[in-house]
């Protein structure tokens, strides 16, 4: 069985601080990561991905990969009230040939009080 | 560009009764899907396609049918609906990126069913 896991949360940081939002999976073929922000009542949306260990950073967001230890994670610096939203690890698992599927998280929910 | 559009946004349907839910995107992607999302349990995957023509079954397909004929639409057909559909449905799409890439998924809004 594959699997994606987080933290449930809620993850509460004040407004200004970071936010780390972690994720772990089992598949040790998983070769792609995302991370996807979902505001409660809209659809997901992308905001990381990352294909090769080590960091990868995009403006306040930072995405960080360890393949060893199955382990990837988002960094938000400067947190705003507005980054107060659900946060969804996706991992995809590739066969040569076959792209493959997306497996998803359930998400931690992260509050930024102001 | 729309990206991914679907249609109806909200549904309530009786025990017993079918519907199409529809999905559309303008970014000439051959890969789409569809998830439900229940809350808490996060996104399961429907059923997916890899271009017109092609489907396949995901983690949760039993109760629905899905349909793909041009690289655009992908319908998902709900037969004699079940109070356990009830759930947010998404579709999706993706270009096609191989090993180590690719695989970037953009979602549409969503619709919401109820089954009563």
């Known amino acids: 069985q594959k699997e994606v896991e987080q933290n449930s949360g809620p993850l509460s940081v004040p407004e200004g601080a970071i936010a780390s939002l972690n994720c772990t999976y089992s598949d040790r073929v998983s070769q792609s990561f995302f991370w996807y922000r979902q505001y409660s009542g809209k659809s997901p949306e992308l905001i990381m991905s990352i294909y090769s260990n080590g960091d990868k950073e995009d403006g306040r967001f930072t995405a960080q990969l360890n393949k060893a230890s199955q382990y990837v994670s988002l960094l938000i610096r400067d947190s705003q009230p507005s980054d107060s939203a659900t946060y969804l690890c996706a991992v995809n698992l590739y066969y040569g040939g076959s792209q493959g599927n997306l497996i998803f998280g359930k998400g931690t929910k992260l509050s930024v009080k102001p | ?116």
């Not at chain 2, 990206?3 to 559309?24: A, D, E, N, Y």
């Not at chain 2, 947010?88 to 270009?95: D, G, H, K, T, W």
């Open chain 2, 1 to 116: 560009n729309a990206g991914v559009t679907q249609t109806p946004k909200f549904r309530i349907l009786k025990i017993g009764q079918s519907m199409t839910l529809q999905c559309t995107q303008d970014m000439n992607h051959n890969y789409m899907y569809w998830y439900r999302q229940d809350p808490g349990m996060g996104l399961k995957l429907i059923y997916y396609s890899v271009g017109a023509g092609i489907t396949d079954k995901g983690e949760v397909p039993n109760g629905y049918n899905v349909s793909r004929s041009t690289t655009e639409d992908f319908p998902l057909r709900l037969e004699l609906a079940a109070p356990s559909q009830t759930s947010v449905y998404f579709c999706a799409s993706s270009y096609p990126g191989g090993q180590g890439a690719g695989n970037e998924q953009f979602f549409g809004p969503g619709t919401r069913l109820t089954v009563l």
